[in-house]
């Protein structure tokens, strides 16, 4: 993939390895250190046309998740090595290895579902945490009915067993990632996505062990997630972090007029609100969403 654009130029590239495998990174700025997280389909390049201008406040990292972009993709069988528990400690090793032991984090989709299960499990290691465009996982799990079922029928196909979601998707990968993109977003097209970023993306996912770690990591989101979310909400835990929660007017997050009131079920101190555009709020709108982050991770 050296052939790729260079979508962040004048950031370092860190090659951080851990007990649990080798993460790719990029970073620049000075301040308060700063991760962003990015979702499913996509890898670090979902956050280009923020980052930059967030590098001028923070020391910013943006990091491939296990599974995805140019990070190890360890073996996994239903789930186990994708857990957003396991996740979250890859983002605190990381982390840790790049001098930042306390920092703030912004993750979108499953980037999100790795911040506040970060939050709930070692909320001493964040600043704040913002999440973009979704609803707990429990939540979401609870509220599937026909309605929900349809919308996100990603969230039951790709967690059925292997091999069937993998070899469906790899028949004609590209295809797929560019149907889930584009039917996500508020207009239902590639619009919003730089060519360059795209390339990434197709790149990246056009790979069997990639394929199969995204497939794990949904398995995980039916089973080792909802479960770590069914058990902190009957221990009475919550997220004590600042939580800033974004969501878009015709995205996934969960309903507008409900996404901030599901939340204060899970936390004890939450704001934000809707941007326009749908799911992909870092590409749909990113001065709208650049703007939100930059107040909140700046307030005192």
Known sequence: MSDLADLFPGFETHWVDTDEGRFFVRAKGDGPPLL?????????????????????RFR??????RGYGWSSAPPSAKGEAYSKRKMARDAVAVMGKLGAIRFNLAGHDRGARVAYRLAL??????????????????ARWAAMDAKEAIGAYHWTFLAQPEPLPETLIGSNAVFYLDHTLASWTADKSLKAFDPCALAH???????????????EDYRAGASLDRADDEAD??????????LLVLWGGRGLGGGAASTLDIWRQWATDVEGGEL??????PEEAPQETLAALADFFSAR
């Open 36 to 56: 962003l997280l990015h979702g499913y389909p996509q890898t670090h390049v979902e956050w280009h046309k923020i980052a930059p201008a967030l590098s001028g």
């Open 60 to 65: 910013v990292f943006v990091m491939d998740l």
């Open 121 to 138: 499990d070692a909320p001493e290691r964040l600043l704040k945490v913002a999440a973009l465009d979704i609803v707990p996982t429990a």
């Open 201 to 215: 993306y197709r790149a990246a996912f056009n790979e069997p062990t990639r394929i199969h770690a995204a497939c």
């Open 233 to 242: 909400r009957a221990a009475g835990r919550r997220i004590t972090t600042p």
């Open 276 to 281: 326009k555009g749908g799911h992909f709020l």
